[in-house]
């Protein structure tokens, strides 16, 4: 393992035994697992184990070891049925370098921010980003309210609009300090500091990641993403 092995002499391959060594190809955008810990909360062989994460994500659906938004999808919400705010706008930060499909550098590079070791301050910013749906450096009401709506779309819970919206409206009596109707970033950062749960509960929508490495022989990694306290196993 770890070592290439030179390729067969014989010219009589089949299709099957390339498949097999596909397998062990390393996908595409794959980095130096010491080099992702050194730029993250991740240890080496926390990197290590994600990669086997990664590999299991990137050939759900399109087997070609890239993360395409319904795999991401896939993972998430465990359904790959037409298309969700919330989950589009998670994709398109993890998808750093903006090209449309997810690398192992930006999974690992994302994944971070929620580690439990990551800043509250990182955390903070990236779920005013997640928020900001526009980019115009503000959340909006309807930002906010559309977020809310996707992320219930998607569970069992069935809210009518008007319960949506009061869950907005008392997120902002709290947060918007200077009644302008919308959030700035410091209106932010002391809301998520006076209400430390405010990212983990349901107005605020919060992804955590929690990751177990057992290594015994055979190492085995579980990492789950949940968002409003419900676990969406990977
Ligand atoms: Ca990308
Ligand atoms: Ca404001």
Redesign the pocket.
């Known amino acids: 393992m770890g070592g290439a092995s030179s390729s067969s002499s014989s010219s009589s391959s089949s299709s099957s035994t390339k498949k097999r060594l596909n397998k062990f190809k390393r996908a595409p955008g794959y980095e130096d697992p010491a080099v992702l810990a050194a730029q993250t909360t991740f240890t080496a062989n926390e990197v290590e184990a994600l990669y086997e994460l990664y590999k299991n994500l990137s050939f759900s659906i399109v087997k070609d070891g890239l993360i395409h938004k319904e795999e991401f999808r896939l993972a998430l919400f465990s359904n790959t049925k037409g298309s969700n705010l919330f989950a589009d706008r998670v994709f398109d930060m993890f ?9 192992f550098g ?1 999974f690992v590079r994302s994944l971070s921010i929620f580690h439990p070791k990551a800043s509250e301050s990182e955390k903070t910013k990236f779920a005013f980003k997640l928020y900001d749906l526009r980019g115009t450096g503000y959340i909006e009401k309807e930002e906010l309210k559309e977020m809310v709506l996707a992320l219930f779309a998607e569970s069992d819970l069935c809210l009518s609009e008007s319960a949506v919206e009061e869950i907005v409206d008392n997120t902002f009596k709290q947060a918007d300090s200077n009644g302008d109707g919308r959030i700035d970033p410091k209106e932010w950062e002391e809301f998520v500091k006076k209400n430390p749960a405010s990212l983990r509960n349901m107005s605020l929508p919060y992804l955590h990641v929690r990751r177990r490495v057992l290594d015994q022989g055979k190492r085995l990694s579980t990492v789950s993403l949940h968002c409003d306290g419900e676990r969406h196993p990977l």
């Open positions: 998808d750093l370098k903006r090209n449309g499909v997810i690398e930006e």
